[in-house]
């Protein structure tokens, strides 16, 4: 099997930074290919923040654009998430989800989720 395992989250004043990081790991990936973020507020359903093809091709929610940056490190089997000029409305838990290819077949991975708190 395949696992995700996020990092990164934490406390932050209105207006700071945060980068987030997941690493795929399986010993029997063969390729990865869209790699993402999503997140979900208290109450409010998951919505995808950003994405980014095993091209390196983002794309991003309007809410986020200009202040989030998605990046990946093929080598590593890492998708990153800088957010910038954070809001308390981008307060939510932010769950890694990957495309992966492996051995037994393809499917959607997703990680356990960290907790981003934008808060004075």
């Known amino acids: 099997q395949a696992q995700l395992v996020e990092s990164g989250g934490g406390l932050v004043q209105p207006g700071g930074s945060l980068r987030l990081s997941c690493a795929a790991s399986?010993?029997?990936?063969?390729?990865?290919?869209?790699m993402g973020w999503h997140r979900q507020a208290p109450g409010k359903q998951r919505e995808l923040v950003a994405a980014i093809t095993s091209g390196g091709s983002p794309n991003y929610a309007d809410s986020v654009k200009g202040r989030f940056t998605i990046s990946r490190d093929n080598a590593k089997n890492t998708v990153y998430l800088q957010m910038n000029s954070l809001k308390p409305e981008d307060t939510a838990v932010y769950y890694c989800?990957?495309?992966?290819?492996?051995?037994?077949?393809?499917?959607?991975?997703w990680g356990q989720g960290t907790q981003v708190t934008v808060s004075s």
């Open positions: 989800n990957a495309d992966i290819f492996a051995v037994w077949g393809r499917r959607p991975y």
């Open positions: 399986g010993s029997s990936i063969v390729s990865i290919f869209t």
